[in-house]
């Protein structure tokens, strides 16, 4: 049995690694115009795929590449530390506290929230501010569906996020690495959009400890630090808030963060990615704008300067 939190339960939440990837093969198309899920959400991709996506293309990760090549600082630096270290975090009992301009402010019990919500498969691009990439095959729900739970109050513009702060668990908080607990923000038609996802599993099975568990969020078409992990506070404010990554170096990571080719992090080209799982001498793939995600996407950001907004 896969998810811990079931509801309207289809024979895709617990569909094993190898029956997935057959399912894909079948529905190749789907795949290639980056979803895989709901029929909601295979509209909203529409059919064509994006130009280099023989370059860049939708092959999932295996679970293995996804869940021991990680970053999650509070469990240490190194790739492999939340792999070896995140089991010490306790995820059970969980709630989300959910609170500023909200009708129903409270911490929501995460078993009531999954009670709630329809959780989907979404296959996507992810593309960390590093210059890796991967592909998941993430199970989860829309956040704007968890948002509306609580009731978004007319004066919200922002919705601020906040990792869980435990270092007796987390080792690597008990160290200065980033200012804890890690805390990130989207704009609230950044949090509304449909492809903005909470995170609950990975190829139907629930998601591991390193990966955020019980539940993170997955923005896609943004670089990976805007996706945190292992979310216990969601607040909505009608001011921008404070980022871990900007607050840290904010010469260096913005608010938005949108993946953009043509925007250069001062230290290196954002210009191209390697992809997990290639191997030693795979060729460097090109980084698509907003992750592949433009056609969704590129809207929210109309006569925005990106290179103000990085
Ligand atoms: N969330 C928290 N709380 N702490 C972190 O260190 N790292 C971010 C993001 N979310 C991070 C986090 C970064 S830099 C990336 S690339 C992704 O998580 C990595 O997600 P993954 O390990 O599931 O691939």
Redesign the pocket.
Known sequence: MAHRWKNTLTDRDVTPEAAFLNRRQIIGGLAGAGLLGGAASVGLMGSAAPVSAQENTMEPNSWED?TTY?????FGTGKED?ARYAHEMTTSPWSVEIDGLVDRPGAYQIEDIMAKMIVEERLYR?R???AWS?VIPWNGFELKDLLELAGVQSGAKYVAFE?LYRPEEMRGQRRATLPWP?VEGLRLDEAMHPLTIMATGIYGKDIPN???APM?LVVPWKY??K????VVRITLTDTQPPTTWNTAIGREYGFYSNVNPNVDHPRWSQATERRVGGGLFAKRIPTLMFNGYEEEVASLYAGMDLTKFY
């Open positions: 996804i990680n970053n999650f600082y509070e939340p992810f960390c501010v590093e991967m990792t890690y390193q990966n955020g993170r990976g630090f996706s945190i992990k292992s």
